[in-house]
Nanobody
Framework: QVQLTESGGGLVPAGGSLRLSCVASRNILGYDVMAWYRQAPGKHELVAKITNGGNINYADSVKGRFTISRDVVKNTVYLQMDNLKPEDTALYLC???????????????WGQGTQVTVSS
């Protein structure tokens, strides 16, 4: 059973920083993509993603403030969040997807999430 375990959330004032971690129970290079999503009332948004080849993309709302990175030895993906804003308040979820056969079928996995609250 593949597991993704997030940590690092909390309550911070606007302008503050947090670093989220997502530890996978298997080699993260075996995933096609790993990503961070966030979920708030009425919103489910892709925040940042990194492919197994190292390509990175960000949502426009976080460009220049958030940085996704990984440590393949620790099987961990990070999300460094700087200059946080109240609108960044959400449950942050780690996501991973991998191709499981030659037909291209995929299997995806979600973590339980870590809450980030930014006070104004």
């Amino acid at each position: 059973q593949v597991q993704l375990t997030e940590s690092g959330g909390g309550l911070v004032p606007a302008g503050g920083s947090l670093r989220l971690s997502c530890v996978a129970s298997r080699n993260i290079l075996g995933y096609d993509v790993m990503a961070w999503y966030r979920q708030a009332p009425g919103k489910h948004e892709l925040v940042a993603k990194i492919t197994n080849g190292g390509n990175i993309n960000y949502a426009d709302s976080v460009k220049g403030r958030f940085t996704i990175s990984r440590d393949v030895v620790k099987n961990t993906v990070y999300l460094q969040m700087d200059n946080l804003k109240p609108e960044d308040t959400a449950l942050y979820l780690c996501y991973a997807v991998r191709t499981v056969n030659v037909e291209g079928a995929t299997r995806d996995h979600w973590g339980q999430g870590t809450q980030v609250t930014v006070s104004s």
